[in-house]
């Protein structure tokens, strides 16, 4: 494994997309951060934009510990919210900060390979990583790849990887420093505190009292995967906190650190 701290790897939630002045903060600190000499990789999700467009379409949305369930006739949906709109409402937020960004998925350049997670999902993807060729060459231009979960397995079908996971795999891949931005302010507790620290020890025990749940319990779990395989902390934190994007931009510690 190589440890490389000139890039960072941030990842949105898809609450972002639905905050302008959110998005304008982020792109405002991830442009002062390229600025300096910082590689930043950008990986987003977009869940609510995708319930949207299946309750517009008449669709139903399932899912199963925080994992959608893809039938193959909601595909073209999901990958149009995906790796179209939300892709797309991302780079104009990164143009406007005077970022130049690369749109792509992880089905682009040969980055990760793709298999099916597991049958009960349906059209979901499990990613692993591949060849960093071509984020290298995006990130050693200045400039910010924009990444959405949608994969592509070697006989061309689409998959619908959750977000956090692939974050957690171009973070291998790269070697970056990862920061995982959601709607809240990190890991909270049973009374809605933040908890600053946590190890997977920890981890499995508020799991099993179902303090972390659905979407949080994917993510922590795919930050405690990152932290052990780069033996640093992975950060859970929120887009939605001005101060909190100021310390990251500082390179300080926010919201919860998951400990290897
Ligand atoms: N212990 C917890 N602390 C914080 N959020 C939690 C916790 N357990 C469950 N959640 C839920 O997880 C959500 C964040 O996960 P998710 O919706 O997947 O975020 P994102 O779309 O940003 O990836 C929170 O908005 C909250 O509803
Ligand atoms: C398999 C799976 O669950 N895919 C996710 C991908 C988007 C995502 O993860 O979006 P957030 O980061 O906003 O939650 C989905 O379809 O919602």
């Not at 919210?81 to 040969?110: E, F, H, P, R, Y």
């Not at 050693?140 to 079908?157: K, L, T, V």
Request: aromatic letters at 2%; one cysteine or more; glycine letters at 12%.
């Amino acid at each position: 494994m190589s440890t490389n701290n000139s890039v960072l790897v941030l990842k949105v939630g898809g609450a972002l997309l639905q905050c302008e002045m959110g998005m304008a903060r982020l792109m405002d600190t991830a442009a002062a951060m390229i600025a300096n000499g910082q590689q930043v990789l950008m990986v987003h999700g977009g869940g609510c934009l995708v319930d949207e467009q299946l309750a517009a379409n008449g669709m139903e949305t399932v899912k199963l510990e925080g994992l959608r369930v893809t039938p193959p006739e909601q595909m073209p949906i999901i990958a149009g919210a995906l790796a179209g709109t939300s892709n797309k409402i991302l780079q104009g937020a990164a143009t406007k900060a005077g970022i130049v960004s690369v749109g792509m998925s992880l089905a682009d350049g040969n980055t990760v390979s793709a298999k099916i997670k597991d049958e009960r999902l349906g059209l979901v993807g499990e990613v692993s990583p591949k060849d960093a060729t071509y984020l290298k060459f995006i990130l050693s231009q200045g400039w910010m790849p924009i990444c959405s979960s949608i994969a592509m397995m070697d006989d061309g079908q689409m998959l619908n990887v959750n977000a956090d996971q692939a974050a957690t795999v171009l973070a291998k891949l790269v070697g970056g420093k990862l920061v995982l931005l959601s709607d809240v302010s990190g890991v909270l507790d049973g009374k809605g505190q933040l908890i600053p620290s946590l190890n997977g020890k920890q981890i499995a025990e508020l799991v099993k009292q179902g303090v972390i749940e659905k979407g949080m319990k994917v993510k922590v779990e795919a930050a405690l995967e990152v932290a052990q395989w780069m033996g640093q902390a992975v950060q859970v934190a929120s887009w939605r906190d001005a101060s909190q994007l100021v310390a990251l931009a500082k390179g300080e510690a926010v919201g919860t650190q998951i400990q290897p």
